[in-house]
């Protein structure tokens, strides 16, 4: 990958981060939400992140072979 786009994505994936993390934040600091929707937020925010890093582990190791 070239430096300019390492850049691009490092800048792009903080941002999207904080947005994210704010976002999450305000959503746990509401108290009218159902124990129940946040713990299936919780959930799916967490296989996902599974799947991901799954899936980029092993595109990691189909480009090492």
Same mark, same amino acid.
């Given at each position: 990958?070239k /430096?300019?786009?390492?850049?691009?994505?490092?800048? $792009?994936?903080?941002?999207?981060?904080?947005?994210?993390? $704010?976002?999450?934040?305000? $959503? $746990?600091?509401?108290?009218?939400? /159902?124990?129940?929707?946040?713990?299936?937020?919780?959930?799916?925010?967490?296989g996902?992140?599974?799947?991901?890093?799954?899936?980029?582990?092993?595109?990691?190791?189909?480009?090492r072979?």
């Amino acid at each position: 990958m070239k /430096p300019l786009n390492i850049l691009g994505l490092i800048i $792009f994936s903080a941002g999207a981060l904080a947005l994210i993390g $704010f976002g999450l934040y305000e $959503f $746990f600091e509401d108290t009218t939400v /159902p124990l129940i929707i946040r713990w299936g937020i919780i959930c799916l925010i967490l296989g996902t992140i599974i799947m991901l890093i799954s899936l980029i582990i092993e595109r990691l190791k189909d480009k090492r072979d």
